[in-house]
C-alpha cells in the first residue's frame, strides 16, 4: 500500500464546475500536510499548505482529517488554467524532514 | 531573482559512465533535497540535508549519493548509472521542510 494515495483520475470538468480532490495517507505521524500542483512536466509548486482547522484561498479550499488520515482540496469556479496535476504531500519522520508525495491527481477544465 | 537552478536539464549517458547533477540556491535556504519523477509513481525523495555536512536518505536511495559541503549547492552524484535511473529529477530547496521551491528538473536518460 502507497504511504500517500490519490485518485489518479483524469478529471474532466466544465469551466465553473466544482471539483474535489481526495487523498489518504498511513503514516499516523505525519507531521504536515500540501497540496502542490504541477503543469505539464514542469516542476511543483506549492499550492496550499493543509491544516486541521481548514484553509481557504480564494477559490480553493483545504481540509485535513487526522482521524480518518484524509486530506481534501475543494476547487470552486473552475477556470481552465486550473489545469493540472495536482499532488498531495505529507511530511513525516524526526523534524518532518522525510516528505513522501502522492502520485497526484490530473484536472482537465474543459471550455 | 531567487531560484533553484540544476545543471544539465537534459543528459543522456550510458550505463556505468559516472554523472553529477548539480543544484545551487540562492536564497540561503537550509532544507534541500532531491526527487526523481516516474510516470504512475509520482515523486519519490533520493536524499534531503537539513543544513552543511548533515543529509539522510529519503525512500529511494540506492544508487546515488549526495554531499552537502555548502549551503546553497547540493549535487546528486550517479557513481555507476544504470537504466532504470532514467527518469525526471527535481531538486529542492526550502527554509524549512515545510515549503519547498523547486529546480525546472533534469531529464537523464541511460543507455
Known amino acids: 500500500r502507497k504511504e500517500v494515495e490519490q485518485d489518479p483520475g483524469p478529471f474532466n470538468v466544465p469551466e465553473g464546475a466544482t471539483v474535489a480532490f481526495n487523498c489518504t495517507y498511513s503514516n499516523s505521524a505525519s507531521q504536515s500536510f500540501f497540496w502542490y500542483r504541477q503543469d505539464c512536466r514542469k516542476e511543483p509548486k506549492l499550492l496550499m499548505s493543509?491544516?486541521?482547522s481548514g484553509n481557504e484561498d480564494g477559490r480553493f479550499t483545504a481540509q485535513l482529517n487526522r482521524a480518518s488520515q484524509y486530506i481534501s482540496l475543494l476547487i470552486r469556479d473552475s477556470k481552465l488554467s486550473d489545469s493540472a496535476t495536482y499532488l498531495c504531500v505529507v511530511n513525516v519522520g524526526t523534524g518532518g524532514f522525510k516528505t513522501i508525495f502522492g502520485a497526484g491527481t490530473r484536472l482537465f477544465v474543459k471550455a | 531573482e531567487a531560484q533553484v537552478t540544476q545543471n544539465p536539464r537534459y543528459l543522456i549517458t550510458v550505463t556505468g559512465k559516472k554523472l553529477t547533477v548539480t543544484c545551487s540556491q540562492n536564497m540561503n535556504h537550509e532544507y534541500m533535497s532531491w526527487y526523481r519523477q516516474d510516470p504512475g509513481l509520482g515523486l519519490r525523495q533520493i536524499y534531503y540535508s537539513m543544513n552543511v555536512e548533515v543529509t539522510d536518505k529519503g525512500d529511494v536511495p540506492e544508487g546515488y549519493k549526495v554531499s552537502r559541503k555548502e549551503k546553497r549547492n547540493f549535487p546528486l552524484i550517479l557513481e555507476s548509472p544504470s537504466p532504470n535511473q532514467t527518469s525526471l529529477y527535481f531538486c529542492?530547496?526550502?527554509?524549512?521542510?515545510?515549503?519547498?521551491?523547486f529546480g525546472p528538473g533534469t531529464r537523464l536518460t541511460v543507455t
Open positions: 493543509v491544516y486541521s
Open positions: 529542492a530547496s526550502s527554509p524549512t521542510p515545510y515549503e519547498q521551491y
